[in-house]
């Protein structure tokens, strides 16, 4: 076993003994993990409450070779998650970033942008910020960082440009859009409107900040945000369970 340090994210945590708790970290250095803290449900435990669900904090672990859990052996609290004014929308946004963080990535599979990025929505979640917003931009960048991301100018098929007009054909199953030519004979396609295409391109550049002046009427946003569940349900093989809780979340 050797000893690590790293930042990380608290997502998962689950009672293990009337003392310990076994915690699913997504870390900087080494992407997600799962440790035992013992002693973590004492009220004077090792680890001063800094194992709260979302909370930022800094770890020292023993990493193991096997496949069992490694084990945290120090965690200093950084930033705990408390949406301003303790917003339903905020909080429930919190919770499908960690959903989407234990569901989308590996053990031991290190992502640093996209825990830069987890890092930036929960702080912007926390500070009051336009929660919708703020989830699909996670939401579609996570996407590209983890190679999902899906084509929306080009058909995914051929490669043709699509002109974005009118409503344009999206496989679910095929992960973009679709030219007239190639979407013939398949399934799960849906007509998305170009505006939602659009707004999710800008969305999804990480290099720009047109998002954050964007202003969505609830109509396309309720399309923008069916056509994601919807690609997240495919990706993920199941519907996460934070989606029930999203329609809250406003524009």
């Known amino acids: 076993m050797t000893s690590e340090k790293s930042t990380a994210i608290v997502i998962r945590t689950v009672e293990f003994s009337e003392t310990s708790l076994v915690v699913t970290l997504f870390t900087r ?15 004077k435990g090792p680890f001063e409450s800094a194992l709260d669900l979302l909370a930022l904090c ?5 990493h193991k070779s096997s496949d069992s859990l490694d084990l945290l052996t120090e965690a ?25 963080l234990n569901g989308l990535t590996d053990e031991d599979d290190p992502h640093p942008e996209l825990f830069d990025l987890a890092d930036r929505t929960l702080a912007a979640l926390a500070a009051g ?3 919708a917003k703020w989830v699909a931009r996670f939401e579609l960048i996570a996407l590209r960082l983890l190679g999902h991301a899906p084509a929306l100018d080009n058909c995914v ?21 679709l030219c007239n030519k ?15 295409l659009r707004a999710m391109a800008q969305l999804a550049d990480p290099n720009k900040d047109v998002w954050r002046r964007m202003e969505i009427d609830p109509r396309s946003f309720g399309e923008l945000r069916g ?3 919807q690609y ?10 934070m989606h029930q809780y999203l329609g809250i979340l406003g524009n």
């Open 227 to 229: 056509l994601l569940n």
């Open 76 to 100: 200093k609290l950084l930033r705990r998650f408390r949406p301003a004014g303790r917003e339903l929308a905020g909080l429930y946004a919190g919770y499908y970033v960690a959903e989407l």
């Open 58 to 62: 800094r770890i020292v672990f023993l």
């Open 157 to 177: 098929e051929c490669g043709a440009a699509v002109a974005l007009t009118g409503r344009v054909a999206f496989g679910q199953l095929d992960g973009g859009v």
């Open 129 to 131: 910020e336009p929660v």
């Open 29 to 43: 250095e080494f992407g997600k993990i799962g440790a035992l803290a013992k002693g973590a449900r004492r009220l």
């Open 182 to 196: 190639c979407r013939a004979g398949k399934k799960q396609v849906v007509l998305v409107s170009a505006g939602v």
């Open 232 to 241: 997240f349900t495919h990706l993920m093989g199941r519907k996460p369970k």
